[in-house]
């Protein structure tokens, strides 16, 4: 059984944060809103929710991103840190902005590529730093299910995923999942974009001039 708490209502908002952190405790799902859509997290450093989240996303090989509360937060799950993905990570945090980094060697808990690699990001929702400044890392996939559109209200979330989360954070409507969060790699001297979205390419070297396009290079 599932439940939803309102988080335009500041009751509301409090209830459902405070059973959020209990039932991620306990390794269950949580849907929470982003800048652009509903996404599904478990505690990261949990094996029982990162397995929950697999099967609810049909994907036992998947390595989801960690959603963080504060870039402070980027050395102790990343490591070789370059002074460019750090001027990345003040100028566009919160946004919709993913940093692709080498995670540090502790990280054997699942959430690392068959690279090595960590992709970290701070989300840009009040409902979302609130429940990551209480709980610490999450890992967070989007909330649908295989081939359907990412959501962007509570009620598509819920059609897809059901029961299968312990609690939905609905925030109302959210802008479009289409503005989906740039992805960077940083772990070479030049930071690359693997995938463009919601931060455009001309923005990005504003901070980092010589930053590369992959997407335009492959054209």
């Known amino acids: 059984m599932s439940y939803r708490f309102d988080c335009a209502d500041s009751s509301g908002r409090g209830r459902g944060l405070a059973r959020a952190k209990a039932v991620l405790d306990e390794g269950d799902l949580v849907v929470l809103p982003t800048e652009s859509a509903y996404g599904v997290a478990c505690d990261a450093f949990s094996a029982p929710g990162l397995a929950a989240l697999r099967v609810a996303k049909g994907n036992r090989r998947l390595a989801p991103p960690v959603l963080i509360a504060s870039a402070r937060t980027l050395d102790g799950l990343a490591t070789r840190i370059s002074p460019e993905v750090r001027d990345l990570a003040a100028a566009f945090w919160p946004g919709p902005l993913t940093l692709v980094c080498r995670a540090q ?4 808990w699942g959430l690392t590529g068959a690279d090595g690699t960590v992709s970290l990001r701070m989300p840009l929702h009040p409902v979302a730093l609130q429940l990551l ?3 610490g890392p999450l890992a967070l996939t989007g909330a649908n299910t295989a081939g359907r559109p990412l959501p962007t209200s509570y009620e598509q979330a819920q059609e897809q995923l059901g029961d299968l989360v312990a609690v939905y954070l609905d925030a109302g409507p959210l802008g479009s999942a289409a503005a989906t969060s740039t992805v960077v790699d940083g772990r070479g001297p030049v930071p690359q974009v693997l995938r463009r979205g919601g931060l455009t390419v001309e923005r990005l070297r504003d901070v980092v001039p010589g930053l590369l ?7």
């Open 105 to 108: 060697p502790s990280l054997n």
């Open 133 to 135: 400044a209480a709980t």
């Open 213 to 219: 396009d992959l997407e335009q290079t492959s054209v």
